[in-house]
């Protein structure tokens, strides 16, 4: 089953782009005045990061600051219709990539299977710096025999992921950041949508990216787990549907992700953030209790996205 020798893609093609920089007064008054129609309350300030190593948030670095990057490595036609193995990576070159160094690494992704034994969610959480890693990633999979979620922490030495991942990378350092917090959900987006609709509609075609992580204080969130990999092809949504594991998951939940407003001619996935709690994680959809939710959340502006081997035979199944 476990199958640790399995090969990394060792130099895969990278491409970038920048990304369109507003400031963060304007940001301020965009999202404080779209996040309404979405949440019945909402504030959006500029503030010092808090420091995110501590509680509740327990990330590797303090801060989102320093040279701010969003990285879209891989992407679901390596997954479907059917898997393809061989695209295994690296996390610890992501800095060396992007230019940089240490690097700070949150996000999304698939975990790395050779080491799970199976196919699974992994919640990016990292410092590499020179040589050195400092790993607070998850990864999450479905308990065979129950159904149940099994959530655990990646040790150091283990920095791969798979096929896929939205990855918010900077030098971790403190500096200004968005704060969002938002209670009650009114509209039918998620948190995520909502930020991302809002930019949507102020910048058109200019894309904004945003990263950073996102507190779960009060309520539930519809996740996803992917099981072990599907040996019948998955060709539509609704057998995507069918094939992953939801769950209905309790607050205190901590994501991390990336988001942008528009795609720049790169094939991005445009939203993904994957959550963990004491117990559980995966692949946040939306908030299930509505009146009850709250969320706290803290985002940097990246300044460009890097696009690390993009597949050239796309399709748009599986982007949810
Ligand atoms: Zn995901």
Redesign the pocket.
């Known amino acids: 089953m476990k199958n640790m020798a399995a090969t990394v893609i060792e130099n895969p093609p990278v491409a970038s782009k920048s990304l369109f920089v507003p400031t963060l007064e304007e940001l301020v008054k965009v999202l404080g005045s779209g996040l309404t129609s979405n949440f019945e309350t909402v504030f959006v300030e500029i503030v010092d990061c808090p420091d995110l190593t501590k509680e509740p948030f327990t990330l590797a670095c303090k801060g989102l600051g320093g040279k701010p990057r969003l990285v879209e490595i891989g992407g679901p036609p390596y997954l479907l219709p059917l898997v393809r193995r061989e695209k295994l990576y690296n996390m610890s070159y992501i800095g060396k990539l992007t230019d940089v160094e240490p690097s700070f690494l949150i996000g999304?992704?698939?975990g790395p299977w050779p080491y799970a034994g199976v196919n699974c969610?992994m919640i990016i959480n990292l410092e590499v710096n020179g040589g050195k890693v400092n790993n607070h990633t998850r990864i999450s999979k479905v308990d065979t025999k129950d159904g149940s979620c099994i959530l655990e922490r990646l040790p150091d030495t283990e920095t791969r992921c798979a096929l896929l991942a939205n990855i918010f990378c900077s030098e971790g350092k403190p500096g200004k950041v968005l704060r969002i917090s938002c209670k009650k959900r009114i509209g039918k987006d998620d948190f995520i949508a909502s930020i991302r609709k809002s930019l949507q509609v102020q910048y058109k075609e200019k894309a904004v990216g945003l990263g950073g992580t996102f507190l779960l204080k009060e309520g539930k969130a519809k996740q996803?787990i992917m099981p072990e990999f599907s040996t019948e092809p998955i060709n539509t949504d609704e057998e995507v549907e069918k094939w992953l594991h939801f769950y209905n998951m309790s607050a205190p939940l901590i994501a991390v992700g990336t988001l942008v407003s528009a795609d720049p001619g790169l094939d991005l996935r445009l939203q993904?953030f994957?959550s963990f709690g004491h117990a559980e994680g995966g692949?946040y959809h939306i908030d299930t209790e509505p009146d009850n939710v709250e969320y706290l959340g803290y985002f940097a502006v990246g300044e460009y996205i890097y696009r690390i081997d993009q597949p050239t035979d796309t399709h748009h199944v599986g982007r949810d």
């Open positions: 999304a992704g698939a969610e996803h993904h994957h692949h």
